[in-house]
């Protein structure tokens, strides 16, 4: 699976940005795609994600601000970004990873498999 991010760059507090992360060779039935994020010195942390059937769900410093969304047909994830602020600032990824039907996605980065390079996002 290949994973290509795009859409960073830099936003005043307030702002709005919108990731997209183009998916190709995703073979799995059952899945989940999420957006993670990190800044240096610290752990990758997620941000949101989505079941291939829609459902999501997303890390509570970022709810009711970032929107994750998928477009099956053009293989794309992205993240809506909204009132930005300093704190969001961090190298943003998405990911992909195989999961149960049964199993609800979760936010922790041992449960995908495959890994965009990253975007940079950057709130002033």
């Known amino acids: 699976v290949q994973l290509v991010e795009s859409g960073g760059g830099s936003v005043q507090a307030g702002g709005s940005l919108k990731l997209s992360c183009a998916v190709s060779?995703?073979?799995?039935?059952?899945?989940?795609m999420a957006w993670f994020r990190q800044t240096a010195g610290k752990e990758r942390e997620g941000v949101a994600s989505i079941r291939e059937m829609g459902i999501t769900i997303s890390a509570d410093s970022v709810k009711g601000r970032f929107f994750i969304s998928a477009d099956n047909a053009e293989n794309t994830l992205y993240l809506d970004m909204n009132d930005l602020i300093p704190e969001d600032t961090a190298m943003y990824y998405c990911?992909?990873?195989?999961?149960?039907?049964?199993?609800?996605?979760?936010?922790?980065?041992?449960?995908?498999?495959?890994w965009g390079q990253g975007t940079q996002v950057t709130v002033s």
């Open positions: 060779g995703n073979t799995y039935s059952r899945y989940c």
């Open positions: 990911a992909v990873g195989p999961r149960p039907f049964s199993t609800p996605c979760t936010l922790g980065t041992s449960d995908y498999t495959s």
